[in-house]
C-alpha cells in the first residue's frame, strides 16, 4: 500500500511528505540535515521548539519538532537558538532572594498577567506562577513548579513584557539549591569522598581504558532494571 504524501511549507518553501510524521522526521524527510536543533529527539531538551501555523487558523502555534505531528498545509520554521537575556551571578555572593532577583532580571517586575506563558508552553506549565512565586520570595514553590522546564525559550518569544521566565527559574532552582533547600547527608558524605580525592585513581583507570574495555564495564554494570 502506497504512503499518502501531505503537502507542508517549510521556510516558505513547499514539500509533500509522508502524513504521520512529526515535524522532526519531516524536515529530515524534505532533505533537512539537522545540525543544530535537534537535540534529545525525545521531547525532554528543549531544543527544538519551532513556530508554525495551519489553514484556517489566525492563531501562530508552537510545538516541539520531535513531538508535534504535521498537519496538511502547515507552515513551519524553527528557531535554533532565541537570543534572551541571561544574567551573571555568584551564588557565593548574592544577597537577599527577592533583592537579587529583582536586580538580575528587572524585567520580572513588568509581568503583566497575561497568562501567554502557559498557553505557550510544551510542558504544561505555568510560568506566571512560578514567576508569582519567586517574586514573593517563595523560591521553594517556585522551584517546584518550574522544575519540568526544558528550557525551550517559545516563553520568552511571546510574552508580551518581555521576561524570559526560563532562565528565571533557572537562577531560582539554582539559588534554592544552594542557599535555602536543607542538604541531606549522604550527598554531603559524597562531595566530600569527591573532594578528597577517594575517587580520583578510579576515574584515572576508567580514562585509560580502550573502548572495548568501556563497552563491557557498560554493559555489565549494576543498575536498577525497570
Not at 501531505?6 to 540535515?33: D, F, H, N, S
Not at 496538511?72 to 544577597?95: C, I, R, S, W
Not at 519567586?134 to 517546584?144: M, S, V
Request: aromatic share 10%; with cysteine.
Amino acid at each position: 500500500m502506497a504512503e499518502t504524501l501531505i503537502p507542508i511549507y517549510i521556510m516558505g518553501k513547499r514539500y509533500e511528505v509522508p502524513e504521520g510524521l512529526t515535524i522532526m522526521k519531516a524536515l529530515e524527510w524534505a532533505g533537512y540535515q539537522l545540525i543544530r536543533g535537534c537535540g534529545c529527539r525525545g521531547g525532554f531538551c528543549g531544543a527544538c521548539a519551532t513556530v508554525y501555523r495551519v489553514p484556517g487558523d489566525y492563531r501562530l502555534k508552537v510545538g516541539l519538532a520531535c513531538q508535534t505531528p504535521i498537519v496538511p498545509d502547515m507552515y513551519l520554521t524553527e528557531l535554533p537558538f532565541f537570543p534572551a537575556n541571561k544574567a551573571l551571578y555568584d551564588l557565593d555572593q548574592v544577597g537577599d532572594r527577592v533583592d537579587t532577583l529583582l536586580e538580575l532580571y528587572p524585567e520580572v517586575a513588568r509581568c503583566l498577567g497575561c497568562n501567554t506563558c502557559t498557553k505557550v508552553c510544551p510542558q504544561k506549565l505555568k510560568p506566571i506562577d512560578y514567576i508569582a512565586a519567586a517574586l514573593r520570595g517563595d523560591f521553594p514553590r517556585a522551584a517546584d513548579l518550574s522544575f519540568d522546564c526544558i528550557m525551550c525559550g517559545l516563553c520568552a518569544a511571546r510574552c508580551p513584557g518581555e521576561l524570559v521566565p526560563y532562565n528565571v527559574a533557572l537562577f531560582v532552582r539554582r539559588y534554592y539549591s544552594k542557599l535555602i533547600r536543607i542538604k541531606p547527608q549522604h550527598l554531603k558524605d559524597r562531595v566530600a569522598e569527591i573532594t578528597g580525592g577517594q575517587h580520583d585513581q578510579a576515574l584515572a583507570d576508567i580514562a585509560a581504558m580502550d573502548e572495548e574495555a568501556l563497552k563491557k564495564i557498560y554493559v555489565e554494570r549494576d543498575f536498577e532494571k525497570l
